[in-house]
């Protein structure tokens, strides 16, 4: 679990880096800072959209483990989706379960 309100985790696509560049320009176009509706601003204009990014993406996943080895498919990687412009360090705790 990630443990920001700013920021995301998501599995996607890992071998091509335009994938990572375009989620991120889709979010940005979707989502965008200084909206006039907005009125949590007091932490900045990047803010409000930071955290409606993370509520929409999420901050924990579900990841398999097989053998000691994460079980992602062949072009899958997890990303952690930073949405602040100017974020701080991030911490994430890690939960295992099973045998």
């Known amino acids: 679990m990630l443990q920001h309100t700013s920021a995301s985790l998501t599995i996607n696509e890992n071998a091509d880096p335009s994938v990572r560049k375009d989620l991120e320009s889709f979010f940005n176009h979707a989502v965008k800072e ?3 509706y907005f009125t949590h601003t007091y932490e900045g204009p990047d803010d409000m959209p930071a955290h409606i990014k993370s509520s929409l993406l999420g901050c924990q996943l579900t990841i398999p483990v097989q ?3 994460l079980a ?8 952690l989706g930073e949405h602040r412009d100017h974020a701080g360090p991030r911490s994430i705790i890690a939960t295992l379960q099973g045998q």
Do not use: D, E, H
């Not at 992602?72 to 990303?79: S, V």
């Open 34 to 36: 200084n909206s006039s």
């Open 67 to 69: 053998r000691g080895k």
């Open 72 to 79: 992602l498919g062949t072009w899958q990687g997890i990303t």
